[in-house]
């Protein structure tokens, strides 16, 4: 008899009613095959593994992390509220000690959505694993936070949401952005002032294999983990590093996706991007829950595996060893990095242009961190879209310090509502949201 | 008229229904070591003094090929297993002759490695060479695609006894699933086929030449000349039969609890709107998880002859039973005995109930009395929980659209029907404690003998077309089709009824009277690049378990 290691819970919610639009890799068909094959391996007939119904996140869970406009309603679907609450489900399930670790096997995915939404990006409108964890650090009062996203896509969205939170580490491993979107994810990007080195970007060559992907995740990623200490580990599991996806160029496949969820070990994995529906995702979900739940999964491969057919150049593999190395002085040398930073003029503020590929928005933001020794800073957002909405937007850190309290409020009071189409206020200090319209 | 038997741990039940509803009720002890005697002594009791020309329907729920199961008392089975890539099929193993071999289909039924000839040729030999007469041939995706399984019959045939193919077994995907209930169907089928061919043969000597029914654990029947393909569906029909019983008497358009409280058990299962809620995979049986249709059940270990103890000052009922009630002349005091202090119960010996009780009411400082009420309570309270937890289970079944998450039918039952031994007893008492409105099912102590009798033929078929490769095809019931690329969910639906139509009527069910329902019915745009393939179709019909028609006259008058 099968049996799990690990007490591992699943949320499988494939919205079989759900697509961007009839073609769009992000559509009904997307799960399906995965479905047949998780339903056919019998995974949840495993003892040890359990299947948990999705419990749709509230208004008050999005506006926990995300400036959603003109409102939440506007920019999200019934079947965003069910894939963030797949990954809530399942987070809870973990802090509540019915399973050991989690997987959020739902679409549609999240780790594109950045704190203000102006539309979707990336097939992405809100951060599901972001609003899982900050529901979770409300609700059960985690701090300490790592997020390794294993996409082949620069998590952008994730990283912007933590940009400036020292009590998150989010690393990103994903294709060089000089060769694929969303064009961003490069090691000087560290994170903002208040949270230098928290923020690791360690972007790899195309035609990056097995090799390369687990030789990252035991000689980068492990030794920082292991550093920082987080009180949960998360994995945004997208699988679309995978040798037939459709609109990447990696090598990897399910044995190393398997391999590399072992190394990692994460308490909770919610599935991000993966399209190749048929050759890929059957086979690297099973591998990906197999070795959460700590089963044998030496046999799971996709019908056309041969390793050698995809095994990287010695030429990667020298990439990849330099990108690493990098990335760990970048980690070795952050409070150095950031006595340089802080010293630059002007180091609190940052003028940024973001395209929302998805629905065509282009939006420009300019934003204000306030430095501070004591907490995470209050951060202030003004920011217009294409589509002609102006808006600003106060957030207030979880443990902000008096003083970055009261710089938030003068910011949002005073601002003068003839300037903007939408004043909002997110303040975590009281968990509460706050809004004034023209 | 019509004869209904269940054959339960003590009992077996027999009913005969006819006009005047319930026209005879026999009760004979059952025999486990000899199960046949007690079904034709109860056959016997309840014909006697009948002509056999005026019976035409008999239903028959017994224990088996469960009991062959639970025991162990079954003949060797030879499985063989191909697989392909997934989990490694050596953690399903069923059983010691069980030999993973090549071959390997993928989830599209596309074949991605051949079977190997000589490794079946080997194992066929070997399998012959000890001496076995039952056979599994399972692939992984075979119900996509039975070539293989289909390739290894054929080099085995003729060999053996019986072979049972995998894909013939159940639709549904569920590769460990369907190796268990292969595996099963092989190993209970000799004893299944000797066992009822000798009852149809007593019955033929007593004239009554008429097919036999047997009940399944879905809440329906099947004629035994159908069961011999799947002869394990006839496992663990017995809480089938009960709450087959209470159907009838279920609210229309409400949900209601069945409860039918035993002597060691409390079986519950859910009606809605009078329809069995069914299980979505299928029922667990001797450590096996199989693809057995059955109905949604949840049993607890706690009955009227539980026994009572206190734990550090509190009492607890169950979960095991350590013979009758003091009452009727027990070692250990159990709810029976509180329903005896009470006076719910009056049939047995009250002053050994209370000299039971005694004790424990002096260790707590309450009186005897009181003592009961608590032990009643908690053994209501208990069972009460433990209905809670199977209407939260169906309520939290996962779905998979948007739309069945926003819009699913959760249960809310008010009603509950109680049914069993002590049911009338427990009835006042769960009232009491609960917002549900209760209800004794009329003739409780014989009303699963009811259900067996009045069960109509039930069945499924699961069908699937994938217009990109041009079939359309439900491997379960032998069916394969050319399609062209037009072919839609639509299509598939008719086609899967007219199965069902054939397979029902097949199985005994009256043609003229079908309840048949569309369970799933799903239709994806397959997308290569940026181009519409083709339509990759899943479709799940059914006929709807419930009662057999013509017999609401009888039925009424089964309530009066």
Same mark, same amino acid.
Request: proline content about 5%.
């Given at each position: 008899? /099968? ?6 819970? /699943? ?5 079989? !009613? ?60 019934? %079947? ?88 998150? /580490? ?33 972007? =790899?060559?195309?035609?990056? %294999? ?29 699988? !679309? ?23 990692? $070990? ?23 829950? /197999? ?6 999964? %030496? ?8 390793? $050698? ?8 593999? $020298? ?8 990335? =760990? ?23 940024? $242009? ?59 009071? %005073?601002?003068?509502?003839? !300037?903007? !189409? ?17 | ?21 319930? #026209? @005879? ?27 056999? +020309? ?17 025991? +162990? +008392? ?36 596309? &074949? ?48 053996? &006894? ?31 086929? &000797? ?133 009727? *002349? ?38 005897? #009395? ?6 009643? #309570? ?18 939290? @079944? ?5 739309? #069945?998450?926003?819009? *699913?039918?959760?249960?809310?039952? +008010?009603?509950?029907?109680?049914? *069993? ?140």
């Amino acid at each position: 008899m /099968l049996q799990a290691k690990h007490k591992t819970g /699943l949320v499988f919610f494939p919205a079989f !009613d759900w697509a961007i639009s009839p073609t769009h890799p992000e559509r009904e068909e997307r799960l399906l095959y995965t479905q047949d094959q998780i339903f056919e391996e019998g995974l949840f007939d495993i003892e040890g593994i359990s299947e948990f119904k999705p419990d749709p996140v509230t208004l008050k869970d999005i506006q926990r992390v995300h400036f959603c406009v003109p409102d939440v309603w506007h920019v999200t679907t019934e %079947s965003h509220f069910i894939s963030a609450g797949g990954a809530k489900t399942t987070g809870m399930a973990v802090l509540d000690r019915q399973i050991e670790r989690g997987f959020a096997m739902v679409r549609p995915p999240g780790h594109h959505a950045m704190r203000v939404v102006h539309g979707a990006r990336g097939f992405c409108n809100i951060n599901i694993e972001a609003i899982m964890i900050e529901y979770l650090r409300e609700a059960y009062g985690i701090e300490k936070v790592a997020i390794v996203d294993t996409d082949c896509h620069h998590g952008d969205g994730t990283q912007d949401i933590y940009w400036h939170d020292p009590d998150t /580490l989010f690393i990103s491993i994903h294709q060089d952005g000089r060769t694929l979107y969303p064009g961003s994810g490069f090691p000087n990007e560290l994170g903002g002032p208040n949270a230098v080195g928290k923020t690791l970007n360690i972007p =790899l060559p195309p035609n990056t %294999s097995e090799e390369g992907f687990l030789y990252t995740a035991e000689h980068v990623i492990m030794p920082i983990l292991e550093d920082f200490k987080p009180d949960i580990i998360i994995n945004s599991a997208g699988q !679309d590093n995978h040798y037939t996806d459709p609109i990447t160029n990696m090598n990897f496949s399910a044995q190393g996706y398997a391999n590399l969820t072992s190394i990692i $070990n994460p308490d909770i994995a919610v599935l991000e991007g993966g399209y190749s529906i048929e050759g890929a995702l059957p086979y690297v979900n099973l591998g990906i829950v /197999l070795a959460l739940a700590g089963i044998d999964y %030496s046999q799971v491969k996709e019908p056309d595996y041969d390793p $050698n057919r995809i095994r990287q150049t010695p030429a990667v593999s $020298n990439a990849i060893e330099k990108i690493g190395e990098t990335v =760990l002085t970048i980690w070795q040398q952050r409070e150095y990095i950031r006595n340089q930073i802080v010293e630059k003029t002007d180091p609190g503020n940052r003028n940024r $242009n973001i395209y929302y590929d998805t629905d065509g928005i282009q939006e420009s933001q300019h934003e204000q961190i306030q430095i501070c020794s004591d907490c995470a800073g209050a951060l202030r957002i003004d920011s217009t879209s294409s589509r002609g909405v102006h808006i600003l937007a106060v957030h207030i850190p979880r443990k902000a310090c008096n003083a970055c309290k009261q710089t938030g409020y003068i910011w949002y009071e %005073s601002a003068d509502p003839d !300037d903007f !189409d939408i004043i909002f206020v997110q303040d975590r200090t009281e968990d509460q949201y706050l809004e004034r319209k023209k | 008229m019509i004869i209904g038997l269940d054959v339960g741990g003590t009992h077996t039940d027999v009913v005969l229904l006819g006009d005047n509803g319930l #026209e @005879k009720e026999i009760k004979v002890l059952t025999d486990p070591s000899n199960l046949f005697n007690s079904v034709l002594s109860g056959l016997n009791e309840i014909t006697s003094g009948i002509d056999p +020309k005026n019976i035409s329907r008999i239903v028959l729920s017994t224990t088996l090929t469960t009991n062959a199961i639970v025991q +162990k +008392k079954i003949p060797a089975v030879g499985m063989i297993v191909s697989s392909g890539p997934g989990i490694d099929p050596g953690f399903y193993r069923t059983n010691s002759h069980y030999f993973p071999v090549s071959g390997s289909i993928d989830h599209r039924g596309r &074949e991605i490695e051949p079977i190997d000839h000589d490794e079946i040729n080997h194992i066929a030999e070997h399998l012959q060479k000890e001496g076995i007469r039952y056979v599994g041939v399972v692939g992984k995706f075979s119900i996509r695609n039975p070539a293989h399984e289909l390739q290894i019959l054929a080099i085995l045939n003729g060999s053996f &006894e019986k072979i049972f193919m995998g894909h013939r077994i159940s639709g549904s995907l569920n590769f460990c699933r369907r190796i268990a209930t292969t595996f099963l169907n092989a190993a209970v089928y000799p004893i299944h086929k &000797e066992f009822y061919e000798a009852v149809q043969r007593s019955l033929q000597a007593k004239g009554l030449v008429l097919p036999i029914r047997l009940l399944k654990a879905d809440g329906g029947n099947m004629r035994f000349e159908s069961s011999i393909e799947f002869p394990a569906q006839t496992i663990l029909s017995g809480p089938s039969a009960s709450v087959m019983g209470a159907v009838a008497f279920g609210a229309e358009d409400e949900d209601t609890l069945v409860m039918d409280i035993g002597g060691t058990t409390t079986d519950m299962a859910l009606l809605i709107n009078r329809a069995p809620v069914l299980n979505p995979l299928g029922i667990r049986v001797g450590g096996y998880n199989t693809l057995i249709r059955s109905l949604e059940t949840l049993s607890i270990g706690l009955g009227g002859d539980s026994a009572v103890k206190l734990i550090e000052g509190k009492i607890e009922v169950g979960p095991e039973r350590l013979g009758p009630a003091m009452a009727y *002349g027990g070692q250990v005091p159990t709810p029976t005995d509180a329903l005896f202090i009470t006076g719910d119960m009056k049939d047995g010996d009250k002053e050994k109930s209370k000299n039971g009780l005694n004790p424990l009411a002096k260790i707590l400082g309450i009186s005897v #009395e009181a003592f009961a009420h608590q032990i009643i #309570e908690v053994t209501c309270k208990n069972i009460l929980s433990a209905a809670q937890n199977l209407i939260d289970r169906i309520n939290s @079944k996962p779905v998979y659209t948007v739309h #069945e998450l926003q819009e *699913g039918y959760l249960v809310r039952p +008010k009603h509950v029907l109680v049914l *069993g031994g002590p049911a009338p007893y427990f009835a006042r008492h769960l009232e009491k404690l609960c917002a549900y409105s209760i209800r004794v099912v009329p003739n409780w102590q014989v009303a699963n003998a009811i259900g067996a009798a009045l069960a109509r033929t039930t069945c499924e078929v699961i069908f699937f077309a994938d217009t990109e490769r041009r079939v359309a095809e439900a491997p379960e019931e032998n069916f394969s089709q050319q399609i062209d690329s037009n072919y839609d969910r639509t299509w598939a639906q008719q086609h899967a009824f007219e199965l069902l139509r054939n397979k029902a009527v097949d199985r005994g069910a009256n043609p003229d009277f079908l309840e048949m329902e569309v369970v799933e019915a799903l239709q994806f745009n397959m997308v290569r690049g940026f181009n519409t393939t083709g339509k990759n179709i899943r479709v799940k019909v059914q006929v709807k378990p419930g009662l057999i028609h013509g017999y609401d006259q009888v039925i009424a008058k089964l309530s009066q």
